[in-house]
């Protein structure tokens, strides 16, 4: 038990600073002062929302959706959580070397892209207020590392590809959703 606690608080430790460095004045933020502020009912919904009837309902995930239904994941992140997920968009997947993402969804390769979805999921909810740079441990028990440069943050995964948080703070009723640019993938072993 001691060691889960540990786990969790280096996990809350390393993340601290993304806020600060997504939270600035550009398109980073899920919300912006000039915008009307939501209605009481419309925050209701979102946060009734969970993280799969999000990705569900945002065009930019649809390759995500048929990742995680492929992969089996979608009760997973429908389920209680909390998780935070840092989802790669339509694009990132897109940038995939020819032929990759298609191998992935074949039903040989569910673990794999089981594997590799889980990569990008941490547990417990981790706003953007709350993160640092470090290394930090998925869910699939592979670490990647959070970095900052010029007020953008990063993520590296475990084969030296990059990926930078492109919108913060997308809450789900079991946890929080952060958008970035490519997919991660975990180390090979």
């Excluded at 191998?103 to 889980?118: H, S, V």
Aim: with cysteine.
């Amino acid at each position: 038990m001691r060691k889960r606690w540990i786990a969790i608080a280096a996990v809350a430790a390393s993340m601290t600073l993304l806020g600060a460095a997504c939270g600035g004045d550009d398109d980073t933020s899920t919300s912006s002062s000039s915008e009307p502020a939501a209605s009481a009912e419309a925050e209701s919904e979102m946060t009734d929302m969970t993280i799969t009837d999000i990705v569900a309902g945002n065009e930019d995930f649809s390759t995500l959706l048929a990742a995680v239904g492929a992969a089996d994941l979608a009760d997973t992140l429908a389920g209680e959580g909390p998780y935070t997920v840092f989802a790669p968009t339509d694009e990132a997947f897109a940038a995939l070397p020819a032929g990759t993402l298609d191998t992935l969804l074949e039903p040989a390769n569910q673990d794999a892209l089981a594997g590799i979805l889980t990569y990008h999921v941490v547990p417990g909810t981790v706003m953007a207020a709350d993160v640092a740079p470090g290394e930090v441990t998925t869910v699939n028990g592979a670490a990647f590392t959070i970095s900052m440069e010029d007020d953008k943050v990063y993520i590296t995964d475990g084969q030296g590809n990059r990926a930078q948080v492109t919108q913060t703070d997308i809450e789900a009723s079991n946890g929080v959703i952060h958008v970035i640019d490519a997919v991660l993938l975990p180390p090979q072993s």
